[in-house]
């Protein structure tokens, strides 16, 4: 069974960073392309992030860019997303998402992210 | 590439047909997925490539459309379907969504 864990999320200040896990399981984690997406609360869904089975590739939406890294351990079939200079817009909950075909065909629950003082 | 979704909010009664309209901004193919999201859930993958229906997805969901216009119609709505509905782009990075829409019940 796919599954796919996210961690990591909680309270932070204007300004400070965080980093996201996702444990992926009951697939070839190497072989497949991995994206973050968020959802503010109440809104829609935004894509902030998509990297390459191998980690060679990476994507990022401009409103992160700069300022979000995405990267993977393939050995430890874990997804990271790492989040400098957060911003009160970076609320959300986080959830990565595997890519299959051309869409992403699993989802984890996601992880909540709050920026406040 | 901007998702436009049509209409915000759908509200219908079980068994009616339900129509949900999804316009890119530019031409994208056949490079369009659908999702179904339900309060507090994860999104469900619908459709992909415009009219594949994704493992176990019930055969009244049927997507179509290429280029910049695209539907998924649900052909007699079921209590379970009254969710809300995204699209998403696969032709181009960065990857987008549509803003949704809500199928509501009447």
């Known amino acids: 069974e796919v599954q796919l864990v996210e961690s990591g999320g909680g309270l932070v200040e204007p300004g400070g960073s965080l980093r996201l896990s996702c444990v992926a399981s009951?697939?070839?984690?190497?072989?497949?392309?991995i994206s973050w997406v968020r959802q503010a609360p109440g809104k829609g869904l935004d894509w902030v992030s998509a990297?390459?089975?191998?980690?060679?590739?990476?994507f990022y939406s401009d409103s992160v860019k700069g300022r979000f890294t995405i990267s993977r351990d393939n050995a430890k079939n874990t997804l990271y997303l790492q989040m400098n200079s957060l911003r009160a817009e970076d609320t959300a909950v986080y959830y990565c998402?595997?890519?299959?075909?051309?869409?992403?065909?699993?989802w984890g629950q996601g992880t909540l992210v709050t920026v406040s003082s | 590439i901007v998702l436009t979704q049509s209409p915000a909010t759908l509200s219908l009664s079980p068994g009616e047909r339900a129509t949900l309209s999804c316009r890119a901004s530019?031409?994208?193919?056949?490079?369009l997925a659908w999702y179904q999201q339900k309060p507090g859930q994860a999104p469900r993958l619908l459709m992909y490539?415009?009219?594949y229906r994704a493992t176990g997805i019930p055969a009244r969901f049927r997507g179509s459309g290429s280029g910049t216009d695209f539907t998924l119609t649900i052909s007699s709505l079921e209590p379970e379907d009254f969710a809300v509905y995204y699209c998403?782009?696969?032709?181009?990075?960065?990857?987008?969504f549509g803003g949704g829409t809500k199928v509501e019940i009447k």
């Open positions: 998402a595997k890519h299959w075909e051309r869409s992403s065909d699993y």
């Open positions: 998403q782009q696969r032709y181009s990075w960065p990857l987008t």
């Open positions: 490539d415009a009219s």
């Open positions: 530019q031409t994208i193919t056949n490079y």
């Open positions: 990297i390459t089975g191998r980690g060679d590739i990476t």
């Open positions: 009951g697939f070839t984690f190497s072989n497949y392309d």
